[in-house]
């Protein structure tokens, strides 16, 4: 009985005292253990606490996991950062990302290098694969890019839903789809394989890191701290390299920095 | 012999084992070849099954464009199969889904291909698995168990090698030894035989044919004593040593040999003229304990004996005995060969004595017995030669029987021949050693007198005419001879000689007769 105590205390403890990183789906939940295990290990060697990698479902989950406090940290995109502010105010951010030293990126619409499609018009009766509808640059921005284009959900033949951006270029890639959205940096990792772009969004601030209002002060300054120097060893220069090839390091972001994701966000049916 | 005998068993070991090591390394192969078809068969099962599941899971994900889950799916498959050398999935022409390529271990790879309808793809997964780690295993299995094999096989062939060399081989190579051991002394009996019939050839006599056989029997097999006994007809049926060869220590001197059943008459030889047959005593010491003969043979180290009877015309000659310092030192086929060499031993006896006696008639008077005019002719020409040489005189006398004639007329011929015969043994019974008495022809005889002078000669011949004259032959009426003596003299011919006596004789005949008269 008194092992049966210890082990529950024990395990009690341990929970209690882990931080937990929740991620957005954005890709499938074995890659992004793959790519963000590095840095999962790097912080937990930094805190002396162990941190966890928490995959979402679905944005929507995501959104919930941290508004209730599931996850400490959370890795977002532009457009689920300003609905999570808008629902529950104000939250720290960490860092957020630089590709080749720019915090911006890009949505793309992507076609198969062998398409015959040139221009975002002729997407219409087309079947068109997005990501989650909460996603930010594989969902809302190239429908607003759609939109801006002139075309509306009902002009296109079909708009499927795909659980990540992966999923979304190999439904392009195969034919399942005449074109697709995707990030950009997911587009340049695998253009290779026969994509086109056909279409990009304006330079969109990058995705980022929040802490949970939860989380001490002192967790927070050390993560944000960890994360903003990450690049300037070797080492962190390996962990971002997992992430992402293109990604030279994190880059301090402002709650100013998405004001465009907040233009989007109203410019959407 | 027994060198030869282990060669021959260790190069039948070594026949055994080689022939068992072929035998354990064509199963070996055999097995091999066998496990690496079966091998290659339940993989090419087993990779095709794979196939068809890796197609069945990705079926889901796909249909819901579930890219990322299904390439996971994939990727997990490869890292759980770390056989597959490759896997890959494609639909329809496009881009693969997924590839995986790891180079080749080794050129033994086996690939499946397998494709079905997803949606509106053709889904096509290809695998090849690498053999090369099964193969390993299975060469490690069976380069075991030859091990195991070779092992075994050396154990059976040691078994092998001890059983036969204790039960087997070393009794049979013993027996085999025993057996060369007898053709060997077969050889040397039949070598004996062979020069036991050239010395019948060749031996001038019948002692020194007697000599010859002893000790070509002693010689060429071996036996350390070889003798040859006649048996006598005295009264005390003695058995004289003619002939022996090999050291007999005094034996044969030890004995008193004789051939009646006696005491003295019981050794081998005594024996086998007794029965007029062979006789074989294998063992001295338990068949002959207790003789006189026994005793003195294994004193002198003698084991076994035989004695064959030789036999002319079923009449015993004499025996043959032999010793060897063996036990059973004679076999049947060896004392088939002694058998038959004292038939031999026995013609050659028969043979020499029938030349003694057709050489002796051709020198002698039948009637007689005393030397014929051949011998006499021959007798003189060497008498001449050797008074020659050494300057030594000699005589001859002339002998007629005065009125011989009267006697055959009065008496017949038979009475005739039988004075005849009469004045023939007074010759014989003066004669000396070194004389020589014939009968010229006729009623008339001849001396050769060596070293006799016309004194010596005369006086002798004297000698003679008053013997002769004082005996009547049975005929109650006196019979006289006339004498007519020759000294040779230097450069004289025989026939001058004998011409010179003839003219003697014939003046004692003129004188009156029954004197002797001298040139």
């Known amino acids: ?269 | 012999m027994t060198e030869t005998y282990h060669h021959q068993k260790n190069r039948l070991i070594a026949l055994i084992l080689v022939t068992l090591l072929g035998f354990n390394g064509a199963v070996a192969w055999y097995l091999y070849s066998e496990q690496r078809q079966q091998l290659h068969q339940s993989a090419a099962t087993e990779l095709s099954l794979q196939a068809r599941m890796v197609a069945g899971f990705l079926r889901d994900p796909l249909l819901r464009h579930d890219y990322a889950q299904a390439r996971h799916f994939l990727s997990h498959w490869k890292d759980s199969h770390p056989q597959l050398q490759t896997l890959s999935v494609q639909l329809d022409n496009q881009p693969p889904l997924f590839e995986h390529h790891q180079p080749p271990l080794s050129g033994r790879f086996i690939t499946q291909r397998h494709q079905e309808s997803v949606g509106h793809w053709l889904l096509t997964v290809q695998m090849e698995q690498d053999l090369s780690l099964q193969q390993q295993s299975l060469r490690s299995l069976i380069v075991t168990l030859t091990a195991l094999a070779l092992g075994a096989t050396l154990l059976f062939a040691a078994i092998l090698w001890v059983v036969l060399s204790r039960w087997i081989l070393t009794p049979l190579s013993e027996e085999i030894k025993n057996q060369t051991a007898q053709i060997s002394r077969l050889n040397h009996a039949y070598k004996a035989l062979s020069e036991s019939n050239m010395a019948l050839l060749t031996a001038q006599s019948e002692e020194q044919l007697l000599q010859e056989v002893c000790e070509v029997i002693s010689r060429s097999c071996g036996y350390p004593l070889v003798w040859i006994g006649y048996a006598k007809s005295d009264h005390a049926r003695s058995l004289q040593v003619m002939a022996q060869a090999g050291e007999d220590g005094g034996y044969l001197k030890a004995l008193d040999l004789c051939w009646q059943d006696a005491p003295c008459g019981q050794s081998p030889a005594a024996s086998a003229i007794r029965q007029k047959a062979s006789v074989v005593i294998q063992s001295i010491a338990r068949e002959a304990d207790g003789t006189v003969w026994g005793e003195a043979a294994l004193k002198r180290g003698f084991q076994s004996g035989c004695a064959l009877a030789i036999l002319h015309k079923r009449h015993i000659v004499a025996a043959l005995e032999v010793y060897s310092q063996v036990e059973a030192g004679f076999t049947r086929a060896q004392m088939a060969l002694l058998g038959e060499l004292a038939d031999n031993l026995a013609f050659g006896i028969a043979a020499l004595r029938d030349r003694q006696r057709v050489e002796t008639l051709s020198v002698t008077d039948p009637l007689t017995g005393l030397a014929n005019r051949n011998r006499i002719s021959g007798a003189l020409i060497a008498q001449r030669d050797l008074a020659d040489r050494y300057h030594e005189p000699f005589s001859v006398v002339l002998m007629d029987l005065d009125h011989f004639k009267s006697v055959n007329d009065t008496y017949g011929h038979q009475k005739g021949d039988e004075v005849l015969q009469g004045f023939a043994a007074i010759l014989e019974k003066n004669r000396r050693k070194s004389d020589l008495m014939g009968r010229w022809g006729g009623e008339e005889f001849i001396a050769i007198l060596p070293k006799n002078d016309a004194a010596a000669a005369s006086f002798q011949a004297e000698r003679i005419r008053q013997q002769v004259e004082k005996s009547d032959f049975g005929l109650g009426r006196a019979v006289t001879a006339s004498f007519g003596v020759a000294t040779a003299k230097a450069d004289e011919s025989t026939d001058q000689l004998l011409q010179r006596a003839d003219e003697a004789l014939y003046r004692a005949k003129g004188a009156g007769r029954n004197r002797v008269v001298c040139t």
Do not use: C
């Not at chain 1, 957005?24 to 002396?48: C, E, F, G, K, N």
């Not at chain 1, 087309?126 to 640059?137: C, E, N, Q, Y």
């Not at chain 1, 340049?188 to 969109?204: F, I, K, Q, T, V």
């Open chain 1, 1 to 269: 009985m008194l092992k049966v105590v210890l082990l529950f205390l024990v395990v009690s403890l341990g929970v209690a005292d882990r931080i937990k990183i929740g991620f957005m789906p954005y890709l499938s939940a074995q890659t992004i253990h793959d790519r963000y295990t590095p840095l999962a290990d790097h912080l937990s060697w930094v805190l002396d606490r162990p941190v966890r990698i928490v995959v979402a479902r679905n944005h929507a989950h995501q959104a919930e996991l941290f508004k209730k406090g599931a996850v400490d940290v959370a890795f977002l995109g532009g457009n689920p950062y300003v609905r999570i502010v808008e629902a529950v105010g104000p939250q720290p951010i960490l860092a957020r990302f630089a590709f080749g030293g720019a915090p911006h990126f890009r949505s793309v619409i992507i076609v198969r290098e062998d398409s015959p499609l040139t221009a975002l018009e002729q997407l219409q009766n087309k079947r068109i694969a997005l990501g989650d509808p909460h996603s930010t640059l594989s969902s809302e921005v190239p429908l607003d890019l759609l939109h801006q284009a002139g075309l509306e959900a009902d002009d296109l033949a079909s708009i499927t839903h795909l659980s990540n951006h992966e999923n979304i270029l190999y439904g392009v890639l195969f034919g399942a789809f005449e074109a697709g959205a995707v990030a950009e940096e997911i587009f340049m990792e695998n253009r290779h394989r026969g994509l086109r772009a056909l279409s990009y969004s304006e330079p969109l601030s990058t995705h980022l890191f929040i802490a949970h209002s939860s989380l001490e002060d002192a967790d927070v300054r050390a993560i944000k701290e960890r994360l903003l120097t990450l690049h300037q060893s070797p080492q962190g220069q390996r962990i971002l390299r997992a992430i992402h090839p293109n990604l030279s390091g994190f880059v301090p972001g402002e709650d100013s920095d998405y004001d465009a994701h907040r233009a989007i966000l109203k410019r959407l049916p």
